[in-house]
C-alpha cells in the first residue's frame, strides 16, 4: 500500500509539472481534432504524433499519448453524436441514440453525457487500474519466456479471435504478415540478414513508425479521396448547428447513474482482455444497458435514449484505461492502439513489463495518473470548446487530405532522414489500400509487427533453456495454461463456424 | 472468383515465397547445429501463413446461400482511382526532390499538387495554403526545434542555399 501511494505520489509529481500539464492539454485537442475527422482514428492520431515526441521525456510523451487517445476517442464520440459519422469503430454504438438525440435539437445534451459518462467511465477504470496494475506487474515478475512467448501467442490470437464473425481467418492471416514483416532486418541474435535483398536500407528492418504511418494515416486519408468520401461538408454541419444546452436534470443524472458504474466495470475488463477493446466493450455495454432496461424504456434505444449513449460512451473510455494494464504490466499490447503506444514506449528506449514498474516508476505512474487528468481536461475544457473545434474541420477535405499525406511523410522523414522509407511508405500504403478493399484488418498486422521481435527472442530463450525441446509447452503450468486458453480460442470459431455451416446444409436440404 | 479467394491465394503465394526466401538465410557456422537458427521462427511463419492462406481458400468466409453474383469480385469502378494514383506519384516525387530541391519547394510543390489533384483551383487559396504552412513549418523545425532540413544538393550545386 506504502509503495502504492509512494508511486501516486511519484506520478502526480510527474504529471504536475507544467510540461506535462501542457502535454495532457495539447494531446487531448490534438486527439479530439483528429478522432472528428471520419476514417482516422486513434492509431493515427498516435502515430501522427510519435514523430513530434521522439526528443521528449518517455514520460512526457507518454503523456502526451494518453492524452490524444481519449481525445480521439472523445472527437469520435463527437462526430457520432453530431453527424452521425463515427470517427472510429469505438464509438459506433454511441450513434445510436447520440445521433437522434442531436436531431431531436438536443445535442449539447448528448455531447455533456458523452463527456460524463467518458468521465465518471475513464476516473472509475483508472482506479481499477491503479489497484489492478502494481498487484499483476509483481506476479507477472515471476514470469519466464516461455510464459512470455506463451501470452504473446494468446495476445495475437485473440485480437484475431475478437475480429468478429467470419473475419478470423483473415485477422490470423494479417498477424502472420505483421510477424513476417518484424523478420525483415538483421536478425536479433546472429545478425545475419534476413529478407534484406541486399539492400543496406533493409538492414535495420522496417520502421514501425514507418508501417503505423502507411498502414493507418496515409492509408486512412487516401480511403477518403479514394471512396469519394467529404468530410467537410459534414463538418460544416456540425459547426453551424445549435448545439442547444449542455444541461442535465436531476432525473437524468439519476438514470444514467446506474448505467455508468455498470459499463465502467464491464468495459474496463473487456479492456484487459488481450484483443478486445474499446468497440467490442461500447457494444456489449449497449446490448447489456438494452437488456436491463424496463420494457418501456427499451423502447427508446435507438430513438434517443441517454442510457443507450451513455452506456457505450463509459464503455468504451473504461476499456481504453483497462487496455493499459496487459501493456504495462506485461509489454504486451492488447490492441492495435495500445501496439503503437508500446512501439512508442520502445523508440523512447523503454522496455514496458513488469520490470518497468520497478525500473522506470515514474513512467509507469504517470501514465495512469495522466489518464485521470486526461478525462478532466476533456470535460473542463474540451466539451465547452466543441462548437469552436468542429469549426476547425471546416477546412475543405481536398486541403486537408494534402496536409496528413505531408505530416505523414516528414513524420517519417524527421526521424530517419532517409528518403528509402518515403517510397516504402508509398508502396506499403499501396498494399495496406488494396487490403483495406478486400476487407484485411489493420490493427493484427500492426500488433504481429511489434511482437514479432519479442516473441522470437522469448521462444529462443525458452528453447536454449530447454535443450531445443519444445516440452516447456506443456511441462511448465502457466505456460500450459495460457497454451490452452490460446487453443480454446482458435478452436471456438471454427466450431462456430461447421455449427453454423451444418445448419445451412440442414436448412438447404430441408427448403 | 470471390474477392476472398483472390485474398486467400495472395497470401498463399506470398507465404510460399517467404518459406523459399526463408531457406535461403546464411547461418554462421556454428548455427547449423543448433536448436534455433535466423531460419526457425521464418520457417514457422511460412508454414502457419500457409497454413492459415489454404483454410481461407477451401473454408469461405460467408459460407452462405448466395443471389447471383453476390460475393464475386465487381471491381470497384466507382472509386476515384485516377485520384489516388496521382496522389502516389506525387508522394513519390516529393521523396525524389525532397533532398535535391530542398525542404520549402519540394514540399511546396508537394501541397500544390496535392491541392490541384484533389480539385482545388483558386490560386489565392492554392498558393496560400502551401507556401506560408511550408514556410512556418520550416521555421519551426529548423530554427526553433534545431532539426537540420537540407537545403537541397541542387542548389548547393549551384553554390547556393535554399
Known sequence: MDA?????GTGLSTVAQPINLLMVMVGCFAGTFIGMLPGLGPISAIALMIPITYGFDPASGMILMAGVYYGAIFGGSTSSILINAPGVAGTVATSFDGYPLARQGHAGKALAIAAYASFSGGTIA????????????SVALSFQSSDYFALMVLGLTAVAAFAGRGNFLKAMMMTVLGLMLSTIGSDPADGMPRFTFGRIDLLDGISFLLLAMATFALSEAIMTVLKREKIADSAKAAAKGHIGSLKLSRAEVKEIAPSIGRSSILGFFIGVLPGAGATIASFLAYGMERNVASSEKKKLFGKGSIRGLAAPETANNAAASGSFVPLLTLGIPGSGTTAVMLGALISYGVNPGPQLFVDRPEVFWSVIISMYIGNIVLLILNLPLIPYIARLLTIPSHLLVPLVLFFSLIGVYLVSFNTFDLYMMVAVAGLALILRLFDYPMAPMILGFILGDMMETNLRRALQINDGSLSFLWERPITLAIMLLTVVIVVLPLVGYFRER????RAGEGG | MTKDRIGALFFLVLSLAYGLEAQQIRLLPFATGEAFTPRTMPTALA????????????LPAKDRPKKVGEGAFAGWGGFAWVKVLALGVLMAVYAYLLTRAGFIVA???FLLGGFLVLGERRWPVLL???VPVVVAFWFILSQLLGIYLTPGSWWVAFGGGG
Open chain 2, 107 to 109: 514540399t511546396s510543390l
Open chain 1, 126 to 137: 483508472a482506479i481499477f487500474l491503479l489497484l489492478a496494475a502494481p498487484a499483476l506487474a
Open chain 2, 47 to 58: 508454414i502457419v501463413g500457409g497454413v492459415i492462406a489454404f483454410l481461407m481458400l477451401v
Open chain 1, 502 to 505: 451444418r445448419a445451412l446444409v
Open chain 1, 4 to 8: 502504492m501511494l509512494t508511486g501516486i
Open chain 2, 128 to 130: 496560400g495554403a502551401s
